[in-house]
């Protein structure tokens, strides 16, 4: 996982938000989405079209994403004030 965050925002920065488009993404709940790649995740945010918020880095081990990782995501958006 410690080369699959600076690779996302490599992407990001070549390619911007347009880059999400090309990615592995799925909606977790309201403005929180989720990539991934192989068993990691990565909780972000997009705010508008030029800033992008990596809330939470995890790796997947069942088939959903656990509670506890989705709750760490949706207390650090909301300590941002990224959602209500």
Known sequence: MAL???????????H??????????????????EIKYGDNRVMYVIKDNENVYFLHACQKQKGKAEKFELETAIRRAREASLIV
């Open 4 to 14: 699959f965050l600076p690779l996302i925002e490599y992407i990001v920065i070549l």
């Open 16 to 33: 911007g938000i347009t880059a999400f488009q090309e990615l592995n993404t799925r909606q977790l709940r309201g403005k929180l989405y």
